[in-house]
T-cell receptor
Framework: GEDVEQSLFLSVREGDSSVINCTYT??????LYWYKQEPGAGLQLLTY?????DMKQDQRLTVLLNKKDKHLSLRIADTQTGDSAIYFC?????????FGAGTQVVVTP | GAGVSQSPSNKVTEKGKDVELRCDPI?????LYWYRQSLGQGLEFLIY????????KSGLPSDRFSAERTGGSVSTLTIQRTQQEDSAVYLC????????????FGDGTRLSIL
Protein backbone atom coordinates (compact mmCIF):
# COMPACT_ATOMS: atom_id res chain seq x y z
CA GLY A 1 0.00 0.00 0.00
CA GLU A 2 0.88 3.64 -0.11
CA ASP A 3 3.01 5.15 2.64
CA VAL A 4 3.12 8.71 3.82
CA GLU A 5 5.79 9.61 6.35
CA GLN A 6 6.34 12.69 8.46
CA SER A 7 8.59 13.62 11.34
CA LEU A 8 6.59 13.48 14.58
CA PHE A 9 7.62 16.62 16.40
CA LEU A 10 8.83 20.15 15.71
CA SER A 11 9.62 22.88 18.23
CA VAL A 12 9.92 26.42 16.94
CA ARG A 13 10.29 29.86 18.45
CA GLU A 14 7.56 32.41 17.92
CA GLY A 15 8.40 34.58 14.91
CA ASP A 16 10.67 31.99 13.28
CA SER A 17 9.78 29.91 10.23
CA SER A 18 8.57 26.32 10.61
CA VAL A 19 9.23 23.67 7.99
CA ILE A 20 7.34 20.38 8.09
CA ASN A 21 8.44 17.63 5.74
CA CYS A 22 6.57 14.70 4.23
CA THR A 23 7.54 11.86 1.90
CA TYR A 24 5.15 9.60 0.04
CA THR A 25 5.29 6.59 -2.23
CA UNK A 26 2.22 6.85 -4.49
CA UNK A 27 3.41 8.64 -7.62
CA UNK A 28 -0.10 8.67 -9.11
CA UNK A 29 -1.45 11.17 -6.58
CA UNK A 30 -2.97 14.18 -8.28
CA UNK A 31 -3.42 16.35 -5.22
CA LEU A 32 -1.38 16.65 -2.04
CA TYR A 33 -2.72 18.32 1.07
CA TRP A 34 -1.81 19.84 4.39
CA TYR A 35 -4.36 19.69 7.20
CA LYS A 36 -4.17 21.20 10.69
CA GLN A 37 -5.74 19.63 13.76
CA GLU A 38 -6.15 21.40 17.08
CA PRO A 39 -7.07 19.47 20.25
CA GLY A 40 -10.61 18.11 20.18
CA ALA A 41 -11.27 19.41 16.68
CA GLY A 42 -11.53 17.93 13.21
CA LEU A 43 -9.12 18.47 10.35
CA GLN A 44 -8.85 21.97 8.96
CA LEU A 45 -7.71 22.20 5.34
CA LEU A 46 -4.73 24.53 5.23
CA THR A 47 -3.61 24.30 1.64
CA TYR A 48 -3.13 21.88 -1.21
CA UNK A 49 -1.08 21.57 -4.34
CA UNK A 50 -1.75 19.95 -7.68
CA UNK A 51 0.87 17.43 -8.71
CA UNK A 52 1.95 19.38 -11.80
CA UNK A 53 3.02 22.32 -9.63
CA ASP A 54 6.22 22.59 -7.67
CA MET A 55 5.32 25.51 -5.42
CA LYS A 56 2.27 27.23 -4.03
CA GLN A 57 2.20 30.26 -1.75
CA ASP A 58 -0.78 31.30 0.33
CA GLN A 59 -0.12 34.16 2.76
CA ARG A 60 2.23 32.76 5.44
CA LEU A 61 2.14 29.25 3.95
CA THR A 62 4.45 27.94 1.24
CA VAL A 63 4.14 24.43 -0.13
CA LEU A 64 7.01 22.88 -2.05
CA LEU A 65 6.63 19.69 -4.06
CA ASN A 66 9.49 17.64 -5.44
CA LYS A 67 7.81 14.93 -7.51
CA LYS A 68 11.05 13.23 -8.44
CA ASP A 69 11.92 12.67 -4.78
CA LYS A 70 8.25 12.34 -3.70
CA HIS A 71 8.83 15.02 -1.09
CA LEU A 72 6.35 17.61 0.10
CA SER A 73 7.03 20.40 2.58
CA LEU A 74 5.05 23.10 4.32
CA ARG A 75 6.73 26.28 5.44
CA ILE A 76 4.96 28.57 7.88
CA ALA A 77 6.48 32.04 7.99
CA ASP A 78 6.45 34.13 11.18
CA THR A 79 5.12 31.25 13.28
CA GLN A 80 2.62 32.28 15.95
CA THR A 81 1.43 30.55 19.14
CA GLY A 82 -1.87 29.89 17.37
CA ASP A 83 0.03 27.71 14.92
CA SER A 84 0.65 25.13 17.66
CA ALA A 85 -1.21 22.03 16.45
CA ILE A 86 -0.73 18.72 14.68
CA TYR A 87 -0.14 19.00 10.94
CA PHE A 88 -1.04 16.16 8.60
CA CYS A 89 0.28 15.57 5.14
CA UNK A 90 -2.18 13.68 2.90
CA UNK A 91 -2.04 12.38 -0.63
CA UNK A 92 -5.00 11.65 -2.86
CA UNK A 93 -5.15 8.00 -3.85
CA UNK A 94 -8.06 7.34 -6.22
CA UNK A 95 -10.33 9.63 -4.25
CA UNK A 96 -9.23 8.43 -0.82
CA UNK A 97 -6.76 10.30 1.33
CA UNK A 98 -3.69 8.56 2.70
CA PHE A 99 -2.41 10.42 5.76
CA GLY A 100 0.91 10.67 7.48
CA ALA A 101 1.08 10.18 11.25
CA GLY A 102 1.09 13.93 11.83
CA THR A 103 3.75 16.40 13.02
CA GLN A 104 3.13 18.04 16.35
CA VAL A 105 4.30 21.64 16.18
CA VAL A 106 4.97 23.43 19.46
CA VAL A 107 5.56 27.15 19.31
CA THR A 108 7.51 28.62 22.21
CA PRO A 109 7.57 32.31 23.14
CA GLY B 1 -24.73 25.31 7.66
CA ALA B 2 -21.48 26.09 5.95
CA GLY B 3 -19.48 23.07 7.04
CA VAL B 4 -19.71 19.32 7.48
CA SER B 5 -21.85 18.50 10.51
CA GLN B 6 -21.48 15.31 12.54
CA SER B 7 -23.58 14.00 15.38
CA PRO B 8 -23.30 13.09 18.13
CA SER B 9 -20.04 14.78 19.03
CA ASN B 10 -19.45 12.20 21.75
CA LYS B 11 -20.86 8.73 22.24
CA VAL B 12 -20.21 6.33 25.09
CA THR B 13 -21.68 2.86 24.85
CA GLU B 14 -21.25 -0.61 26.23
CA LYS B 15 -19.42 -3.34 24.40
CA GLY B 16 -21.79 -5.35 22.24
CA LYS B 17 -24.24 -2.52 21.55
CA ASP B 18 -24.89 -1.09 18.08
CA VAL B 19 -24.14 2.57 17.33
CA GLU B 20 -25.11 4.95 14.54
CA LEU B 21 -23.06 7.99 13.63
CA ARG B 22 -24.45 10.70 11.39
CA CYS B 23 -22.84 12.99 8.86
CA ASP B 24 -24.42 15.95 7.09
CA PRO B 25 -22.12 17.02 4.24
CA ILE B 26 -21.68 20.47 2.76
CA UNK B 27 -24.67 21.23 0.56
CA UNK B 28 -24.08 20.30 -3.05
CA UNK B 29 -21.04 18.11 -2.41
CA UNK B 30 -21.27 14.92 -4.42
CA UNK B 31 -18.65 12.91 -2.56
CA LEU B 32 -18.74 11.82 1.09
CA TYR B 33 -16.03 10.01 3.02
CA TRP B 34 -15.67 8.35 6.41
CA TYR B 35 -12.33 8.05 8.19
CA ARG B 36 -11.31 6.79 11.59
CA GLN B 37 -8.67 8.32 13.83
CA SER B 38 -7.24 6.22 16.61
CA LEU B 39 -4.07 6.37 18.70
CA GLY B 40 -2.66 3.14 17.40
CA GLN B 41 -3.62 3.38 13.73
CA GLY B 42 -3.64 7.09 12.94
CA LEU B 43 -6.06 8.27 10.27
CA GLU B 44 -7.60 5.47 8.22
CA PHE B 45 -9.98 5.57 5.29
CA LEU B 46 -13.20 3.61 5.83
CA ILE B 47 -15.68 4.21 2.99
CA TYR B 48 -16.34 6.63 0.13
CA UNK B 49 -19.59 7.57 -1.63
CA UNK B 50 -19.54 9.36 -4.97
CA UNK B 51 -22.85 10.38 -6.49
CA UNK B 52 -24.96 7.38 -7.46
CA UNK B 53 -22.01 5.02 -7.87
CA UNK B 54 -21.53 1.99 -5.67
CA UNK B 55 -19.56 3.01 -2.58
CA UNK B 56 -15.90 2.12 -2.15
CA LYS B 57 -16.00 0.01 1.02
CA SER B 58 -12.40 -1.13 0.84
CA GLY B 59 -11.42 0.44 4.16
CA LEU B 60 -14.13 -1.04 6.37
CA PRO B 61 -12.31 -3.14 9.00
CA SER B 62 -14.97 -5.83 9.43
CA ASP B 63 -18.50 -6.77 8.44
CA ARG B 64 -19.72 -5.17 11.65
CA PHE B 65 -19.23 -1.83 9.93
CA SER B 66 -21.65 -0.50 7.32
CA ALA B 67 -22.66 2.86 5.95
CA GLU B 68 -25.39 4.28 3.80
CA ARG B 69 -26.04 7.57 2.17
CA THR B 70 -29.67 8.50 1.64
CA GLY B 71 -30.79 10.82 -1.14
CA GLY B 72 -27.21 11.66 -2.02
CA SER B 73 -26.84 13.73 1.13
CA VAL B 74 -26.84 12.58 4.77
CA SER B 75 -24.83 9.49 5.64
CA THR B 76 -25.01 7.11 8.58
CA LEU B 77 -22.14 4.89 9.70
CA THR B 78 -23.34 1.90 11.71
CA ILE B 79 -21.17 -0.27 13.90
CA GLN B 80 -22.82 -3.45 15.13
CA ARG B 81 -21.81 -5.40 18.23
CA THR B 82 -19.22 -2.81 19.19
CA GLN B 83 -15.84 -3.90 20.52
CA GLN B 84 -13.36 -1.92 22.60
CA GLU B 85 -11.02 -1.61 19.63
CA ASP B 86 -13.75 0.39 17.85
CA SER B 87 -13.06 3.28 20.25
CA ALA B 88 -11.82 6.14 18.07
CA VAL B 89 -12.79 9.45 16.54
CA TYR B 90 -14.87 8.94 13.42
CA LEU B 91 -14.44 11.75 10.91
CA CYS B 92 -16.63 12.54 7.96
CA UNK B 93 -15.56 14.63 4.97
CA UNK B 94 -17.20 15.84 1.80
CA UNK B 95 -15.99 17.29 -1.47
CA UNK B 96 -17.27 18.37 -4.83
CA UNK B 97 -15.49 15.48 -6.48
CA UNK B 98 -16.81 16.34 -9.92
CA UNK B 99 -14.54 19.37 -9.82
CA UNK B 100 -11.70 17.54 -8.07
CA UNK B 101 -12.04 19.69 -5.00
CA UNK B 102 -10.35 18.98 -1.65
CA UNK B 103 -12.07 17.19 1.19
CA UNK B 104 -13.53 19.23 4.03
CA PHE B 105 -13.89 17.56 7.40
CA GLY B 106 -16.37 17.73 10.23
CA ASP B 107 -15.32 17.83 13.88
CA GLY B 108 -15.87 14.10 14.27
CA THR B 109 -17.68 11.80 16.68
CA ARG B 110 -15.59 10.56 19.60
CA LEU B 111 -16.75 6.99 20.27
CA SER B 112 -15.85 5.28 23.53
CA ILE B 113 -16.68 1.63 24.10
CA LEU B 114 -16.76 0.56 27.75
Amino acid sequence: GEDVEQSLFLSVREGDSSVINCTYTDSSSTYLYWYKQEPGAGLQLLTYIFSNMDMKQDQRLTVLLNKKDKHLSLRIADTQTGDSAIYFCAVDSWGKLQFGAGTQVVVTP
Amino acid sequence: GAGVSQSPSNKVTEKGKDVELRCDPISGHTALYWYRQSLGQGLEFLIYFQGNSAPDKSGLPSDRFSAERTGGSVSTLTIQRTQQEDSAVYLCASSDRDLNQPQHFGDGTRLSIL
